[in-house]
Every structure is written in C-alpha cells, then in structure tokens.
C-alpha cells in the first residue's frame, strides 16, 4: 500500500483571490467553503481523484521567505512561452529566488507571493 497526495493547504490572507487565481491557472472549481477555507479542484473530479485539490485557509500571519514547498505548473495546450503570457494576465508576477537566468523554467509568484514554477515542457491534460 502507499499512500497519496491528495489536497495541498496554503495559508492565505485573501482566500477568495487565491481561489480564483488557482482556478484560472489550472482550469479548477470551488467545490467546497467551510468559514474562512475554499477548497478547488479539478471540474467533475474533486476531492480524491488524480490530481489534488487546493484548500485555501484565511491566515493574518504574514508570508515569511521563500516556502519550502512550492508547485510546478506545466502547459497543457501551449508553448511555455504563450503560457507564460497566460500567467501574467491572471495575475502571477516574476520571482527572483537566486535563479541564474540559465534555468529552462520561470520562478514566478501567485497575487500573495507564493512561489511557483511553470516548467518548459507541455503536458497531456488529466
């Protein structure tokens, strides 16, 4: 047996900006609100199918460094440049982590600051 990734939980301070942030990257829903919690996932799936579901927790601590966990991204229909674009117009921002600049990926930061990583090669969609 072995176990499986199945939601990810980020602190936030605007929870529905992030939400709607994520949504548009990834082609994600809000299924679930519980208080201050919204819960996205992929459309017809939700919680426990292939991939994790993202839950958004309101938080008033302020982000604090590079996170140690972040998440890579990859385009489904699209060059990593046209993705790029795509990114920038939902809202994301480029991040300087110590990159070189030589890197085949961009660092790149959510509307909160949250690092993340759209890498170069294209995927099949789930």
Not at 3 to 15: C, G, K, Q, Y
Not at 51 to 74: M, W, Y
Request: with cysteine; proline share 6%.
């Amino acid at each position: 047996m072995a176990a499986r990734i199945t939601e990810l939980v980020l602190d936030a301070h605007d929870p529905e900006l992030l939400a709607r942030f994520w949504c548009e990257v990834l082609g994600y829903v809000e299924l679930q609100r519980d208080g201050d919690s919204i819960e996205i996932g992929p459309p017809g799936a939700g919680f426990g199918g292939p991939q994790p579901t993202l839950v958004f927790n309101r938080s008033d601590e302020p982000k604090a460094g590079k996170l140690r966990l972040h998440i890579d991204v990859n385009a489904t229909d699209r060059d990593q440049a046209d993705e790029l674009e795509r990114l920038f117009a939902a809202g994301a921002r480029s991040a300087d982590i110590g990159q070189t600049g030589a890197e085949s990926w961009h660092v790149l930061a959510d509307p909160e600051g949250n690092e993340f990583c759209l890498l170069r090669r294209r995927v099949p969609e789930v």
